[in-house]
């Protein structure tokens, strides 16, 4: 079935549809990009190549195109509906002209221009599904890889759809679920399950690229006998988490992979995994190739409130007292950015995106007020940097509410594992964050408020614009330099998955996702949707 959309006034034809099986277009052969094009895709003003632009993350990209004084006028050109109401998260992948989406089940090919279907893959599952939210693909070689929520690993044709190989690579009975975007990188694609609060036992693990052979696997919660288990007191009781749920960074000329993991299960009940429980919201960083720890940052040490760590990007280089530094920006639900330096893994500096109280009180089962809640802080679209003003942009989320410890531990098949509850603020008191931070200091130079929580991606530009959106359905563009809005438009729902930017017939164009958040949210269901700005052409 296929259905057509309204269309914008002046412009395009807004294609929308619903697409049962397989559709094939002709042109765009897609036998790329490269390794060495995935290396140089921070460079790389045309195409987003990774679900934050580039292995660094940095979400910056040199096109100037869109400017301050142009950005009023940006208008939709095309919309595609993909229909479903289920979250929609994706991080949209263009590569030469093509832009490639997925939701929970649905892996689909876009003309980036137009809106026009190549291709749409459905995924049958195989196994018990888990969480609904799909973060997207990555693409390498004529290969899109992507996960499922039954726990497969995906390689799929880029230019005609086609499936080439599946492969069970986590235990969907069990819980785990694969909700992050791959990492490819020479012959191996890495990804890890989320599913802390089942809870499963978390872990990181490198597949062949060519058939999904498993290489390496890292337990980012150590099994007995591990280095780290005995941050984890001895008990009969279950215990796990340490599972992994957003993008990954790569610093390639090194060979250092940085990950992000989630918090330990259960969430709210220390009692039974006393210690810090390594390496529970912690950066992990990995070597590459072997899967081998070469150091880690934990950001909340024996956390009791559900604090994942979220982001481990973006990787970039400011002057830090004079001294010119390769750092990176850690970011998680504890409200806290956190920069390090990469090489002498020194911490710099740390700095509020969000509201923070009573953050170290020991929880009861009485309950306590705590800023931020479990929905709180930065959740699965991190930090954007500009390095030509050495800024540094989040977007987060502020709401509160009270921590109940249970009374009596209990683990129901079935049911999240967290050993309490937590009791928000009412939602007409949750709010949103954008903080713009000076990199070399951490001093907060502006912040954007929004009515609601701030979950959308963001973009930077060399134009030093910044595209975003709000729950409210917003697509924003704001100055980079003291954040003055410079557009509002509406689209069809809630903006909380991937926003980028890139170039295509010479002409610069911003995609922004919007639909469903998880129930949890308050936003009001809509279908999974891509729209796609730029600027009018003469006469049009």
């Not at 399950?193 to 499963?200: H, L, M, S």
């Not at 498993?214 to 001895?234: D, I, K, L, M």
Request: contains cysteine; aromatic residues 10%.
């Amino acid at each position: 079935m296929t259905r057509v959309g309204r269309r914008w006034p002046g412009l395009t034809l807004v294609v929308s549809g619903l697409l049962v099986g397989l559709v094939v277009l002709p042109g765009g052969a897609q036998q790329g990009p490269t390794q060495a094009e995935l290396n140089a895709a921070a460079s790389n003003a045309s195409d987003w190549l990774l679900p934050n632009h580039d292995y660094g993350g940095q979400r910056f990209v040199e096109l100037t195109q869109i400017t301050p004084e142009n950005a009023p006028s940006l208008r939709p050109v095309c919309s595609y509906e993909i229909g479903g109401i289920r979250p929609f998260h994706t991080n949209p992948i263009v590569y030469r002209g093509v832009m490639y989406l997925t939701t929970s089940h649905a892996t689909i090919a876009l003309d980036a221009a137009t809106c026009q279907v190549r291709w749409r893959h459905d995924w049958v599952p195989k196994a018990r599904e888990n969480w609904p939210q799909s973060r997207g693909v990555a693409v390498k070689e004529g290969k899109i890889v992507r996960g499922t929520l039954d726990g497969y690993l995906l390689a799929i044709d880029a230019e005609s759809g086609r499936l080439l190989w599946e492969r069970a690579a986590a235990n969907g009975d069990i819980g785990e679920t694969f909700t992050m975007p791959p990492v490819l990188v020479e012959d191996l694609v890495i990804a890890g399950p989320a599913g802390n609060e089942v809870p499963i036992k978390g872990w990181v693990g490198a597949f062949r690229l060519e058939n999904g052979e498993q290489v390496w696997r890292f337990n980012t919660r150590p099994r007995p006998g591990e280095p780290g288990a005995e941050t984890w007191s001895a008990t009969d009781v279950l215990t796990g988490g340490g599972a992994v749920w957003t993008p990954f960074s790569l610093d390639p000329a090194r060979g250092l992979l940085y990950v992000p993991v989630g918090n330990p299960a259960p969430d709210l009940y220390t009692d039974v995994r006393r210690g810090d429980n390594l390496y529970t919201n912690s950066m992990v960083v990995l070597d590459v190739r072997s899967g081998k720890l070469v150091w880690h940052y934990q950001a909340v040490p024996n956390d009791f409130h559900d604090w994942d760590l979220t982001q481990t990007s973006p990787l970039f280089s400011a002057e830090v007292n004079g001294v010119r530094r390769q750092l990176v920006a850690v970011v998680g639900k504890d409200g806290l950015l956190h920069v390090l330096d990469r090489e002498t893994r020194a911490h710099l500096y740390q700095v509020a995106v969000t509201r923070r109280e009573n953050v170290d009180v020991p929880l009861t089962t009485a309950g306590v007020y705590v800023c931020p809640g479990v929905l709180g802080g930065v959740q699965w679209n991190g930090p954007a940097f500009n390095p030509r003003i050495n800024t540094l942009y989040v977007n987060s989320v502020e709401w509160c509410g009270v921590f109940r410890k249970a009374e009596t531990l209990q683990h129901v098949p079935g049911r999240n594992y967290v050993g309490g509850r937590w009791s928000p603020e009412p939602l007409e008191q949750a709010r949103g964050w954008l903080t713009a931070i000076d990199a070399s200091t951490g001093t907060i130079r502006w912040r954007y408020a929004s009515r609601r929580p701030m979950l959308a991606a963001i973009v930077a530009t060399s134009a030093d614009l910044l595209f975003t959106g709000e729950l409210d359905g917003t697509f924003l563009v704001l100055d980079a330099r003291d954040g003055a809005v410079l557009h509002r438009f509406n689209v069809p729902g809630p903006m909380n998955g991937g926003v980028v930017t890139y170039q295509a017939g010479g002409r610069q164009y911003v995609a922004a996702t919007s639909g469903s958040a998880t129930y949890f949210w308050g936003a009001p269901t809509a279908p999974a949707t891509v729209t796609i700005f730029a600027i009018p052409r003469p006469g049009s």
